[in-house]
Structure formats: structure tokens, C-alpha cells
């Protein structure tokens, strides 16, 4: 039993630790004053921004409360232990187990330091070369995101989506909502390659797929600051369609915004007339060039390694090979595993988790943190 307690009061430590870290105490500060503010009389006068104060005090608590709930749970488990009742071994094996698995998660929050990591990110979709198999294995990807999303309470939101002419999809783009959602889905970013045999081919045949995803995070308040000139943009409207039938609408409020100096084209059609479709595409595309921006300035200083690709050969970051046998390996951390349907799933947390200890490293060997 007494290596029982070593053992709790050394998760105990590292808990401490890790929330030391984290900055948690200030986070709790944090949540007091604005919660002092929500309850002033005046508070509710400015609707907009009294919504974003309460979404703020949601986020930081949706923060903080896992790990006071895990350090309860090991100051609790570690009361019993001290006991020094045999009976309660099993009993304790099993807690100490769940809050070994519980550590283990939570600690990968320490490497989320990058100045975006903690921001909602959007994320798009893009389908190769090879018509029908990239836009299908697009729309799989899509699919593994939803579900990943799902299984960590993300929320998405559809922002722009063009359908395949026979299946899949040619793009997407959504918009995923919660804590760290920018920081872990920075391992997903770049050209992702699929080797199956084909359910398009009659004969059966291997086929190789690629589908490119970009991602950045959602900075509206560095965004607003960006002017962008009338002359600097051009806009096309169109109708906003499903998969077609009753969901095609008649009136032309989908928009599609092209950056001339950049090139960049924003399309938005999720939102219900064109002048909100249109605020919202200005919104991403200013994202967009704040990206752009921090990719150019990585690239100065040499970080910034495989961005920008063509969906094509030799340039993916990530393999998921269905046939002749199940493998999914990360070709920039080499993490890989067997169980190929358990990451189109969406069960990407490890992928994820080896991708952010790979850039921690990479930092510290720099020199940067």
C-alpha cells in the first residue's frame, strides 16, 4: 500500500505542477472578475459584447474545471490509500489507473503554447488529383474530423461545401469551435495520401488518393484590426446549394470573395442572407491574410517546413494504406498504427499528441522555448 501513496503523491505533484504551468490559479482570477462584471447592473446593455464576456467565462471554466476535478479525484483516491485497508485494494488499483490515464491526457496541454493554440480554427478540405477516388476520400476525411470533433465536444460549423459530381465532395470548410481546438488540429495540415482498393473501379483495382488540408486559426480580434481596400477585393454571388433537389435555393445569397493581391478566394453559403454570407467570408478571408503574414515571417527565420503543397505524389504527411494491408503512419513523427478504421473514426489523439512533442522538441533544440 505504501507504494500506492508514493505513487498518488507523485501524481499529485506533477498535477500541481502542470497546473502551475498552465497558469490555472489566474485563470480562476480570471473567472471571478468577469464573472464580477456579468453581474453588474449595466452589464446586459451592450448585448454583443455581454455574449462574448459570458462565452469567455464558459471557456475559461470549461479550462479550469478538468483539472480541479483531477486533483480532487487524486487527493480523494490518495485518503483512501492512507487508510491502509486491504479491502479497498481493488477498488483503489482501478482509481489509480483512471487517474494515471487522466494525467496522461491532460499533461499534453503543457505543449499547447503557440500564441494561436488556445484559438477555434478553421479547417478546409480540399480533393486532389484523381476526380471521383479524391473527392471521395475528401469527403472520409471530413467524416474523420466530424467524429473527432464529436468524440473531444467541438463544436463545427459548415461555413462553405461543393459536392462531387458522382460522390465526395471537391471542399470544405468548417469552423470548429472550442478550447485548443487551433493547437491540436495543427498536426492535420497538409496532403494526406489513401491506398485502397477502389468501390469506383469494376475491376477492382488499387488506387492512391490524395486530399490536401489547410488550416488557421479564427483571430477576430487581431482580424478587425485589418483593412482591407474595396479595390483589393471582388465578389460573385451565387445560389447556395446542397446536394441538390428541394435544398438548392433559389435566390443568389451564397458568396464567394477573391483577394486580388493575394489570390485568395473565400466562399461562404451557410449563412441565411448575402449580406451575413459576406461578412462572414471578410471575417475568414482577414484570418486568412493574419496567416498568411505568420507563414512568411516562419519561413524568414526557417520554421516553417512542408506548408503550401500540391495535393499530388511525395509531398503527403500522412499515409492511411486500406490495402493489401491496414496501416496509418505520420510520415513527420513516424506514430503509426494498425487500426486504420479506428482513425478514420476519428481517433486522431495520438496522432495529435505525437505531433505537438515533435514540435516542443524541435523548438527547444532551436533554442525557442
Known sequence: MSALVDTLKNYESTTIDLMDKLAIEALL?????????????????????????????????????PWVLLKAHISDTLELALLNDS???????????????QVSQMSIQVLLSGPNDAKDAFLAIHSGAGGTESQDWA????????RWAEENRYQVEVIDRSEGEEAGIKSVTLCLRGDNAYGYL????????????????AQSRR?????????????????????????????????ASGAGGQHVQKNSTAVRIIHIPSGLVIQ???ERSQAQNRERAMQILKARLLDLERQRK????????????????????????LNPYQLVKDLR???????????????????????????????????QG
Open 29 to 65: 482570477i480570471s473567472v471571478e472578475e468577469l464573472e464580477a462584471k456579468a453581474g453588474e447592473s449595466e452589464f446586459w446593455n451592450d448585448t454583443e459584447q455581454a455574449q462574448k464576456t459570458m462565452q469567455d467565462i464558459a471557456r475559461l471554466k470549461g479550462r479550469i474545471e
Open 298 to 321: 516562419e519561413a524568414e527565420l526557417a520554421a516553417l517546413k512542408g506548408e503550401n503543397m500540391d495535393a499530388n505524389f511525395g509531398s503527403q504527411i500522412r499515409s492511411y494504406v
Open 333 to 367: 513523427t513516424n506514430h503509426e498504427t494498425g487500426n486504420s478504421s479506428a482513425v478514420l473514426d476519428g481517433r486522431l489523439n495520438d496522432f495529435m499528441h505525437a505531433f505537438l512533442q515533435m514540435k516542443v522538441a524541435e523548438n527547444s533544440a532551436s533554442g
Open 139 to 146: 469527403l472520409m476525411l471530413e467524416r474523420m474530423y466530424l
Open 186 to 201: 495543427r498536426s492535420e495540415q497538409g496532403v494526406h495520401r489513401l491506398v485502397r482498393i477502389s468501390p469506383f473501379d
Open 207 to 239: 488506387h492512391t488518393s490524395f486530399a490536401k488540408v489547410e488550416l488557421w486559426p479564427d483571430v477576430q480580434e487581431a482580424a478587425s484590426q485589418i483593412d482591407i481596400p474595396e479595390k483589393d477585393i471582388r465578389m460573385e454571388v451565387f445560389r
Open 268 to 270: 461562404c453559403q451557410n
Open 87 to 101: 479491502d479497498l485494494a481493488d477498488e483503489l488499483a482501478t482509481e489509480l489507473e483512471k487517474i494515471a490515464e
